[in-house]
């Protein structure tokens, strides 16, 4: 089973970053298939070290909230759906041993670590969460609580669906005013680039954010996507640990 490591190329060692892929099966407990999705977060999670039953979850409404998790809410949405923490796509937390994790099909998962505190976080930007600028907001969460620079936080990108397949209606030019690529009159969305721009205007360098250019939609036989499976869709993991 290959790991992807979004913050491999920074060479840590007290952090824990990784997302899965469609061969370590639906990691949901509300979308897709779900029959299996606990024996496969045990599967993929213990390759990690991470002990399935500490995973912090969300009930992710593509907004902007971002929660600070410590050991109490340690489990949160681990074993059952109805137990994540509500409304909220976003995590941070400054403690160790605690995973947090985002559960996508298509929308960008990004990760943050601050080396100085430390400190993590994980966010869910779909492109409504995109519109709401939830990197910024990460980036603000992670100054205020930690005092993080953001010119140190290291940032990596999970796969989303890109702009090589990501369609989008015409009206979105009046939401995003970058980001958007006309091919042959259709609109497509650039998602990860628009991210990428809003953490560089929250402080974040260019040179500290790595992208592993992976298109869920064209490499479908690797990730789920949503717009190319629909309600059959499972969800892949994104999950971040201090260690
Ligand atoms: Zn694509």
């Not at 410590?70 to 759906?81: C, F, N, P, Q, V």
């Not at 397949?165 to 990860?192: A, H, Q, W, Y």
């Not at 869709?233 to 999950?239: D, F, K, T, Y």
């Amino acid at each position: 089973m290959a790991i992807y490591d979004p913050l491999g190329k920074f060479g840590l060692k007290n952090v824990t970053a990784a997302f899965s892929t469609r061969s370590d099966g639906n990691m949901s407990l509300s979308y897709g298939d779900t029959r299996d999705s606990l024996k496969n977060r045990k599967a993929f999670l213990d390759t990690l070290g991470i002990d399935h039953r500490s995973l912090v979850c969300a009930r992710q409404v593509h907004g902007k909230n971002i929660e600070y998790i410590t050991e109490e809410r340690k489990g949160s949405g681990a074993l059952d759906y109805d137990s994540s923490i509500s409304d909220t796509d976003g995590f941070i937390t400054d403690k160790k041993n605690i995973p947090l994790a985002i559960l996508t099909a298509d929308c960008l998962s990004i990760f943050l670590y601050d080396p100085a505190r430390p400190a993590v976080a994980i966010l869910h930007a779909g492109w409504r969460g995109t519109e709401k600028n939830i990197a910024a907001e990460g980036v603000k969460s992670m100054r205020e609580r930690f005092g993080s620079s953001p010119e140190k936080l290291l940032v990596g990108f999970g796969p989303s669906i890109r702009s090589c397949c990501f369609e989008v209606e015409k009206d979105f030019k009046s939401n995003f005013p970058f980001g958007l690529v006309n091919r042959d009159g259709r609109i497509f969305m650039d998602i990860t680039l628009i991210n990428r721009e809003q953490l560089k205007a929250g402080g974040v360098r260019e040179e500290n954010i790595f992208d592993p250019e992976l298109c869920t939609f064209s490499q479908n036989r690797d990730f789920f996507s949503f717009r190319k499976e629909a309600d059959s869709a499972g969800r892949i993991i994104s999950v971040i640990m201090l260690k």
